[in-house]
């Protein structure tokens, strides 16, 4: 099979975005969980929180090394396979991007190295403190990506300037850009998705703690704080994807159309395909379930109200139906799992029998890949289905490709990136599961004082500061 300069350039350029994005939703994800740890530990003494809080800072530390080493690749594909696309957004992305840098990656750096190893060396309010900074840091550096994003899908604040190749988008409302028709419901959803991940994260290594019996102490709050907030996101999501949904349907109808396989526009009301093959040439959706009028009554509030299908699009300008509908499709129906599996978990929780539920023990071990494709999934169907707009009605993606650079030249770094990225992730997992096996550090001894009031052991670390010593194992250790 051959493929084209500019197939090619896009398949190196999801391959570099798709493998960074396994790291970042892990690292948002953790380090608000990280903060309510701490947060826990502070306000009960409880030091399995701080147990466990140690813990998930070592896997942090880690996803955030390859993310920031697989993050930097994609700016330099922006230069030399997108040279075009870069000359056009040149202007709103370097604002967004140095942003970026300036009010995000300092501050998640500046503190990551006191919320990695300065448990020892400052105070617990402190080390609290630090690990607020490195998860504001963390949101903060996804949301100016999203909003870098989020401008190419719905693009305002702008003018064009120049003509012909050298037109490009200069800034002239800096608030309009960063707070463009999509940006902040895109962004919420992202952090939604990131919030999943981390849970259903920490919740896999534990459940296979329980099932192990070891650390189960450690294991059953780790996972207890997890599923709560893997329950409250998964049915956040719900909601505010069903939101996003109805500014798609506004803002890009034709990627809404073929997200839903929505061909033909109609009179009536507009069916909700849950299940099928959208088949482009006959334009319908084969082997369909539909429920009649539903998707008019989520986009209108009204069953009978049409919904502009593809139709009413030219056909150059057609998004690739088939995989914008089973990747939207699939994100969705992996979105009600984690509603049903967090729910259950909830349930047995509130019973009291929830870690002697093997079976649902090893469900959520097994589980932990789902929420990254779920993830993936939701890029996938944004990003194919604004096809085949690089930047949404102003810049088609065959127009945004370098001049200079060959196939030969793009197909052979392609593969170079395959072979580097594999070995990073075989190193990744190698390092992960180290840590895992290791498992976390036993908890420290509280202080104890002597008939005369002074403590026995001078500079143990408690909730306001110090330093401390270790017990001999972990109480929740088989």
């Known amino acids: 099979m051959h493929l084209d300069l500019l197939t090619l350039a896009r398949l190196q350029f999801a391959l570099t975005i798709m493998f960074h994005y396994l790291f970042p939703p892990l690292t948002i994800g953790l380090g608000g969980l990280i903060v309510w740890l701490e947060a826990l530990f502070l306000r009960s003494g409880d030091r399995q ?22 993050g930097i690749v994609m700016e330099f594909e922006f230069g030399t396979n997108w040279a075009a696309y870069s000359r056009f957004v040149g202007d709103v992305f370097g604002s967004a991007l140095a942003a970026e840098g300036i009010f995000a990656f300092f501050l998640e750096s500046g503190f990551l190295a006191v919320l990695v190893f300065g448990w020892e060396k400052v105070s617990a309010r402190a080390h609290f ?10 949101i903060f550096s996804s949301v100016w990506i999203v909003v870098a994003n989020s401008w190419q899908q719905t693009p305002a604040g702008f003018h064009l300037v120049g003509q012909g190749m050298n037109t490009r988008a200069e800034i002239t409302d800096f608030w309009a850009m960063v707070f463009n028709p999509s940006s902040v419901g895109r962004l919420v959803h992202v952090l939604i998705g990131a919030y999943i991940l981390a849970a259903f994260f ?8 329980v099932l192990k019996g070891r650390h189960l102490d450690f294991a059953r709050k780790s996972f207890t704080a997890a599923l709560v907030l893997g329950a409250v996101m998964s049915v956040a999501a719900l909601a505010q994807g069903d939101r996003q949904a109805r500014n798609v349907a506004t803002t890009q109808p034709a990627k809404l159309a073929a997200m839903e396989g929505h ?9 909700l395909y849950v299940a099928g093959l959208p088949d482009e040439k006959e334009q319908r959706v084969k082997y369909a379930l539909a429920v009649p ?40 129906g992996l979105g009600f799992l984690f509603i049903l599996l967090t729910g259950l978990g909830c349930y047995f929780r509130w019973r009291g029998t929830l870690f002697e539920k093997r079976w649902l023990m090893a469900i959520f071990v097994a589980a932990v890949p789902l929420p990254y494709l779920a993830n993936q999934l ?4 944004a990003e194919v289905g604004r096809q085949p707009w690089i930047v949404y009605g102003l810049l088609r993606t065959s127009d945004g490709l370098s001049e200079a650079v060959s196939r030969g030249q793009t197909l052979g770094s392609m593969l170079m990136f395959v072979l580097i990225y594999g070995l990073l ?4 997992l190698r390092v992960l599961n180290d840590k895992i096996q290791r498992g976390p550090e036993p908890v420290q001894a509280p202080p104890t004082t002597t008939a005369s009031g ?24 088989a």
């Open 425 to 428: 992730f075989a190193v990744w």
């Open 293 to 332: 009028g539903l998707l008019s009554f989520l986009v209108h509030g009204h069953a009978q109200a049409p919904v502009r299908g593809l139709d009413q699009v030219p056909r150059q300008d057609w998004p690739p139906v088939a995989l914008t509908f089973h990747a939207f499709h699939l994100m969705v």
């Open 378 to 381: 939701g890029w996938v169907t």
């Open 129 to 138: 403190f630090a690990a607020c900074m490195v998860a504001l840091g963390a």
């Open 202 to 209: 920490v919740m896999s290594i534990s459940a296979y703690y």
């Open 49 to 70: 929180y701080e147990q466990a809080a140690r813990f998930w800072t070592k896997i942090f530390g880690v996803s955030f090394a390859l993310g920031v080493a697989t």
């Open 263 to 271: 061909f033909e526009t109609g009179q009536g009301g507009s069916p």
């Open 454 to 477: 002074l403590a026995e052991v001078s500079g143990l670390r408690t909730g306001t500061g110090g330093a401390s010593l270790t017990s001999p194992g972990d109480a929740g250790e």
